[in-house]
């Protein structure tokens, strides 16, 4: 028997393909995001997770021995009591994939979030 | 009813092609240094339980290839006073990597170095630029020449040299965690991204670009949160050594801890970093060194003779790639703002 769509088929259609389309976004923004993050790692605990924004203005001083400071979308090692400071002069992080590392105090400083130019630096 | 039970159908169906591979990532600390080991998977408990067995791996392989820990094979060698070390097989297997890459390269790259670098002190509290009469003694202990491999894991160190394998131990363990991601269960582990301090695999398929390839910066040497350049690749590692990282300076200039085994001082030939793009990650560990080590005309040459990918950095800012980068990657140099010439 040959049937017919009728005007609520269309409707119904409509209404799952605009939730398919609002579902899809939710689960790809699961994990990658469309935002930009930094963590802050200490003994391989996380620390901090901060959304970086345009107003992000935050300071995170680990007792002293390793100073970060998140500005804009933009995260840095400010100091630190190590002796060798690469993780200082690693400096200024702004997309995804960038790592600070302070070895000898065992903190990392790293951006995740929305997949950009690259997926990693070799340096 | 049976339409709403199809729309819903429909629905999950819908999103679920547009579905995304799950992840896991561990980040940890080993081989002296800081390590990532991020795992694509069809499902994330799979993804995890590749992820973590990658860290196990290389936290496994550690007392193989360290020469601090007192329990290490290479800790018995170095302090053997020259007689015959048994050790295990990874050691064997990580020591016969280094002589093979220290003969090729015609000793540019030298795991016996120890002894230089132990009197430059390069990141303790003790680095410092030594008497030239230091230096010349250690080096009569340098030498790839004084490393007997005997057989059945058997060792010798001769002249009183003294191993390390720090100048290809990422690499090695680079190279297992790539065997290990081989051989995981189907769709457990359908791309890695290893990062293992400087070494780099890029394993299987990156869901989140368009052609699954993975994309890695080159670091800037002024600026290694930066970078010039990217190679773009699939099943292969990409390593670097640069004069930016481990240094210290004296008087204004600046010594960093690439050392040239014939002079005993850090290698000054005008390069500020090599990268090496090579599916043996151990290889390119020892390449990097080498490169670095052998200059701009030299590594040139000796890329082209044995096929080798690499980017070399220039003191003035200029970027060279050997002609065997074009077969391995896609390469796109982006150091133009930044001051750097693409010098091809």
Not at chain 2, 317 to 343: H, M, N, P, R
Request: aromatic content about 8%; glycine content about 10%.
């Amino acid at each position: 028997m040959r049937s017919r769509l009728k005007w609520g088929d269309f409707v119904i259609i409509g209404v799952v393909l605009a939730l398919a389309a609002a579902l899809t976004a939710v689960l790809a923004a699961g994990t990658t995001g469309d935002r930009l993050y930094a963590e802050v790692w200490q003994d391989n605990q996380l620390v901090e997770r901060v959304a970086l924004t345009d107003g992000t203005d935050r300071t995170i001083d680990l007792d002293g021995h390793n100073v970060i400071v998140l500005s804009g979308k933009s995260a840095r090692m400010e100091s630190a009591d190590c002796r060798d400071q690469v993780c200082v002069r690693t400096g200024t992080l702004t997309r995804a994939g960038q790592v600070a590392v302070c070895l000898p105090n065992r903190v990392v400083l790293k951006i995740v979030g929305e997949t950009g130019e690259i997926d990693a630096i070799v340096s | 009813m049976k339409r709403f039970f199809a729309a819903f159908l429909l629905l999950f169906g819908l999103a679920g092609c547009a579905g995304r591979q799950a992840s896991y990532t561990t980040d940890f600390f080993a081989m002296d240094t800081f390590m990532s080991v991020a795992v694509y998977g069809d499902n994330e408990d799979s993804a995890q339980q590749a992820a973590v067995a990658c860290e196990q791996e290389v936290n496994a392989l550690e007392p193989a290839l360290s020469r601090t820990r007192e329990d290490s094979d290479l800790y018995c060698l170095n302090h053997a006073d020259g007689a015959v070390c048994q050790v295990s097989d990874e050691t064997y297997a990580a020591i016969e990597a280094a002589v093979q890459y220290a003969e090729l390269t015609g000793g540019a790259f030298d795991p016996t170095m120890a002894p230089l670098t132990d009197l430059w002190g390069i990141n303790t509290e003790n680095a410092h630029v030594p008497a030239q009469t230091e230096i010349d003694e250690a080096l009569t202990h340098v030498g790839y020449g004084n490393i007997q491999l005997l057989g059945d894991n058997q060792v010798q160190l001769l002249n009183g040299a003294q191993l390390d394998l720090g100048g290809i131990g990422k690499g090695f363990a680079t190279d297992a965690v790539s065997t290990l991601l081989a051989q995981q269960p189907e769709g457990a582990a359908t791309g890695a991204l290893v990062q293992l301090g400087g070494n780099i695999g890029a394993f299987g398929e990156n869901p989140a670009r368009d052609g699954g390839n993975w994309v890695v910066g080159v670091a800037d040497p002024d600026n290694n949160a930066e970078f010039v350049a990217t190679v773009e690749v699939r099943d292969a590692s990409v390593v670097t050594s640069g004069d930016y990282e481990r240094y210290f300076e004296q008087d204004g200039k600046r010594y960093h801890h690439i050392f040239d085994p014939k002079t005993g001082y850090p290698a000054d030939t005008g390069l500020r970093s090599v990268s090496v793009i090579d599916q043996n990650s151990t290889r390119a560990d020892a390449l990097t060194t080498a490169l670095f080590v052998m200059g701009l005309d030299d590594g040139l040459a000796f890329c082209a003779e044995n096929n080798i990918a690499a980017v070399f950095i220039t003191s003035d800012k200029q970027i060279y790639t050997s002609d065997a980068v074009s077969s391995v990657c896609t390469y796109t140099f982006l150091g133009a703002e930044k001051g750097y010439t693409d010098a091809q």
